[in-house]
């Protein structure tokens, strides 16, 4: 019999309620933080983006991005232009739709249209687009060639994935931006249902391909829109079809990023995972908008991670204050002392015994409005 080779293998140690135990832990091992750690200022860096930042910061003020899908888009695409950034989808003598309703194309299906139609000119059996007020939208070629100016132009794609649920013709397969205007709405051929997974994943690759053909050095960053359904026209809850919705897409995205990730070209942004995993309570009072401060610090992140120009320190930490002050976690206060630049407003809020809801984040949110007062006296 031969005698087996040495094998060395990784152990690591831990403590759990007075037990040792030691298991294997592979190559890698990332932990889920507690609150305290979830409180630090760089929190969101550490424990959500990592895994998912680019090789190198490559987007600059000359790089020309295309932004659509959800709603979650136009607040992409209203930062970066606001500063400085070449936001094409933001050309307002544009008639292309993904500059007029460029935040309402909700699904992968009709992303992916707009990528058929303008590269390749594939048209479609029925009226599927609709404008905000049900004005129906064609396939006018002149759009299309607008369109496709802006793609072939397009250095960087920003797509914002929002739902998985969909309206859709039972007699051609098309798939609607979203729901059918009362007056055309046919109820022998218009149906309602729930796309899978596999469905989301070959839409999102054929979009993926598509621009690797037509725009081959062009980068693609997937984001999924964390604003929840408004409603359900399934028979469940919407807080239930909601989950069903976000996760059909995080899947398709993720074993995506799992086949394709490598390549270098396409990219996921976890806007979704800092909103509802950062903050202690990031919507408004509608449960599903973000406070303003909340959505300056997904950018200010962004930033951060992707763009060669970088926030300062104290920019970092003045918008991480203020969006968890905005979320619930400090007092909201700290907000408007952040905005106004107020010393005395800040220490009066630092002399309060209690700053934190919880009280494991107590100590790492005191150190942090310490160096805020530090910039603030500088």
């Known amino acids: 019999m ?21 298991w294997f832990r592979g190559e890698h091992t990332n932990f889920n933080p507690d609150f305290a750690r979830m409180a630090e200022a760089d929190a969101a860096l550490k424990w959500v983006t990592q895994g998912w930042e680019p090789s190198a910061r490559t987007v600059t003020p000359e790089t020309r991005i295309t932004a659509f899908g959800s709603c979650f888009a136009a607040n992409i695409s209203n930062w970066l232009a606001r500063r400085n950034y070449n936001i ?49 939208y064609g396939y006018d070629e002149e759009v299309r060639r607008q369109t496709l100016e802006i793609f072939s132009k397009t250095d960087l794609f920003i797509l914002t994935f929002g739902l998985s649920e969909v309206w859709y013709d039972k007699v051609t397969g098309g798939v609607f931006w979203r729901s059918i205007p009362q007056e055309a ?10 796309t899978t997974v596999e469905e989301n994943k070959d ?33 469940v809850s919407c807080i239930s079809a909601n989950s069903v919705s976000k996760a059909v897409l995080r899947v398709a995205l993720d074993e995506l990023m799992r086949e394709l990730g ?18 202690h309570s ?27 120009r970088q926030p300062t320190d104290a920019e970092m930490l003045r918008h991480w204050i203020a969006a968890l002050s905005a979320s619930g976690l400090v007092s909201d206060r700290l907000e408007g002392a952040i905005k106004e630049d107020s010393l005395t407003a800040l220490r009066r809020i630092m002399a309060k015994r209690k700053l934190a809801r919880h009280p494991e984040a107590e100590a790492a949110i005191r150190a942090q409005l310490e160096r805020l007062e530090g910039m603030l006296k500088a």
């Open 2 to 22: 031969n005698k087996p080779s040495a094998t060395t293998f990784n152990f690591q140690h831990t403590r759990q309620e007075s037990v040792f135990r030691t």
């Open 88 to 136: 094409l989808t933001r050309d307002e003598g544009s008639n292309a739709y993904v500059v007029k309703c460029g935040e309402g194309m909700v699904n992968s299906f009709v992303i992916r249209q707009q990528f058929e139609w303008a590269f390749e000119g594939r048209r479609f059996e029925e009226a599927l687009w609709h404008g905000y007020d049900a004005e129906s």
């Open 185 to 194: 709405y046919d109820p022998s051929r218009h149906k309602f249902r729930v």
């Open 203 to 235: 839409n999102i690759r054929a979009i993926h391909d598509l621009i690797r053909k037509h725009r081959p050095d062009a980068k693609i960053i997937c984001t999924l829109s964390p604003v929840p359904l408004i409603a359900t026209f399934r028979p």
């Open 262 to 279: 490598d390549e270098g070209h396409l990219h996921y942004w976890p806007s979704y995972e800092i909103v509802t995993d950062v903050f």
């Open 282 to 308: 990031p919507f408004k009072q509608d449960r599903r908008h973000l406070p303003r401060a909340v959505l300056d610090f997904i950018m200010m992140l962004f930033e951060q991670v992707w763009c060669e």
